[in-house]
Nanobody, 125 residues
């Protein structure tokens, strides 16, 4: 299964970007769609997750209040609206799908079953 993430680019600090992630064909049940990021030399970091059935969301501490995750269920397209970007937000951003139900929002890499190819976000100071 191929998840397709797009929308990355170069932006100045304080600017905004919107990332998109689309599942080409719905052949399985997805409970949650998540976003992670990975900067050079660092571990992959949880950014946000949305539960597809209810739309409930959860965010990593570093992005709370600045990023918003949303979804369009019909196409299983998930968006990550990134506002007030900072240079430390520079990373490759990945979307991921979890096929398992969780009582708490899944925020670990191991909670997810399928991953997109990543899209680069660079924030200049």
């Amino acid at each position: 299964v191929q998840l397709q993430a797009s929308g990355g680019g170069l932006v100045q600090a304080g600017g905004s970007l919107r990332l998109s992630c689309e599942v080409p064909a719905r052949t399985f049940s997805i409970y949650n769609m998540g976003w992670f990021r990975q900067a050079p030399g660092k571990e992959r970091e949880f950014v946000a997750v949305i539960k597809l059935s209810s739309g409930s969301t959860s965010y990593g501490d570093a992005v709370k209040g600045r990023f918003i995750v949303s979804r369009v269920n019909a196409k299983i397209t998930v968006y990550l609206q990134m506002n007030s970007l900072k240079p430390e937000d520079t990373a490759v951003y990945y979307c991921a799908a979890s096929l398992r139900p969780y009582y708490t929002p899944p925020s670990k890499v191991s909670d997810y079953d399928y991953w997109g190819q990543g899209t680069q976000v660079t924030v200049s100071s």
